[in-house]
């Protein structure tokens, strides 16, 4: 009786070929090409070819992870929300807020998340699943860690238990994403971050 090669147990099982194996340095490079070009010409101007010559890679290999510029984009973005950012644990509201505020404003301030935020978010305005995942990124991670500053600002009694998140997150959001996306004017005034803080406690607070 004759045995097949492929079902002989001392045959080797071979890898698999190179469609089957994505290379993670690979992978990083066309995600950094990626801010890249954002930063540079914005996201209607993208290309995947100019998506794979930052990268120093063939077209092919940008393809082979994602179908197109808006997929490889909305990718990317969603991702930012799993990062997340950490939550503050200082011992007082005021204080969390100066935190969250200075680890916020220096992200924002990048030079690469100060360009490519406002143009994802006029292309928000005419793509939902931009404006989805946008927000994703932008609202869901900073309402984690805002929700944490609330909740831990309860247990020490600054704020009541009762607050209203929806206004609270609100609150505590708002100012750096305005300044970032509608004034787009990075550098903020002296003593701005701290007052910021003192201000928004007062404002929650009296909520």
Do not use: C
Not at 11 to 31: F, K, Q
Not at 39 to 56: D, H, L, P
Not at 176 to 181: D, E, G, I, K, Q
């Amino acid at each position: 009786m004759t045995t097949n090669a492929d079902e002989s147990p001392t045959r080797t099982r071979r890898a698999p070929a190179g469609a089957a194996v994505l290379r993670e340095d690979v992978t990083e490079a066309i995600r950094a090409a990626v801010f890249g070009e954002l930063a540079a010409v914005g996201y209607a101007r993208m290309s995947i070819e100019g998506i794979a010559r930052r990268a120093g890679v063939g077209k092919t290999a940008v393809y082979r992870r994602w179908r197109s510029k808006l997929h490889l984009v909305l990718d990317i973005v969603s991702a930012l929300a799993v990062q997340g950012l950490p939550a503050p644990d200082t011992g007082s509201l005021e204080s969390d807020l100066r935190l969250l505020y200075e680890v916020t404003s220096r992200a924002l301030r990048h030079p690469i998340a100060s360009q490519i935020v406002p143009d994802l978010q006029a292309e928000a305005a005419r793509n939902p699943d931009i404006a989805d995942a946008l927000q994703k990124a932008l609202r869901d991670g900073q309402d984690s860690v805002a929700s944490s500053i609330l909740a831990a600002a309860a247990r020490r009694g600054e704020i009541g238990a009762e607050v209203d998140q929806d206004l609270a997150l609100d609150l505590i959001s708002g100012p750096l994403y305005w300044r970032a996306v509608v004034i787009r004017n990075p550098k903020l005034p002296g003593g701005y971050l701290g007052a910021l803080a003192r201000g928004t406690a007062e404002a929650l607070k009296a909520l």
